[in-house]
C-alpha cells in the first residue's frame, strides 16, 4: 500500500469515528429524553386514572371520566410514537457502526 492509500484509509477512518462517536451522543441524549418522557407519562396516567376512580365514585361525571380516558389514550400513543423515533434513531445509529 502506498502512503497515500494508508493516509486516505486513516481519514476515513477517523470520519467514521466521528460520526460514530456523534451518533452516540444522539442515541444517549435520545435515550435520556425517552426516559424522562416515560417517567412523565407515567405519572400524569397514574394521576389521571387516580381522578377516573374519583369520579366514577362520584356518579354524574361520565363526560369528565370519558374525556381523561381519551387524553390517557392520546399520552400513550405520544409515547409510543416517541418510541418508535427512538428505536429509528438507534437503528440509524447502528447504521454507522462499521
Known amino acids: 500500500y502506498s502512503a497515500h492509500e494508508v493516509a486516505s484509509v486513516k481519514a476515513e ?3 467514521v469515528k466521528e460520526k460514530f462517536a456523534h451518533a452516540e451522543r444522539d442515541g444517549k441524549a435520545a435515550e435520556m429524553q425517552l426516559t424522562f418522557q416515560k417517567a412523565q407519562h407515567e ?29 390517557i389514550g392520546y399520552m400513550d400513543e405520544l409515547m409510543r410514537s416517541k418510541t418508535q ?12 457502526v462499521p
Do not use: C, M, P, W
Not at 386514572?49 to 363526560?63: F, N, S, V, Y
Open 85 to 96: 423515533e427512538i428505536e429509528e434513531n438507534d437503528d440509524r445509529f447502528i447504521e454507522y
Open 43 to 71: 405519572q400524569v396516567t397514574v394521576s389521571l386514572k387516580r381522578e377516573i376512580q374519583l369520579l366514577r365514585a362520584t356518579k354524574g361525571h361520565d363526560e369528565r371520566v370519558q374525556e381523561l380516558e381519551e387524553k
Open 13 to 15: 477512518l477517523e470520519q
